[in-house]
């Protein structure tokens, strides 16, 4: 499995869709505004250093 996206919103990692891996990668971190919403597989992968201002 590749490495997960980050959450642009939160920076969590996302999960599998609950939907299955056909539909991609979502936020899972109930406290985020983007929780549930699909994350572009282009965000950076967990665990890379996200650039200044993050």
């Known amino acids: 499995m590749p490495d997960a996206p980050t959450c642009p919103t939160c920076g969590q990692p996302a999960t599998t869709a609950l ?18 919403q699909a994350i572009s597989a282009a965000e950076p992968a967990s665990g890379t250093d996200p650039g200044p201002g993050r």
Do not use: K, L, T
Not at 20 to 36: I, S, V, Y
């Open 19 to 36: 939907a299955g891996p056909e539909h991609g990668w979502e936020c899972r971190n109930e406290a985020c505004a983007e929780f549930g």
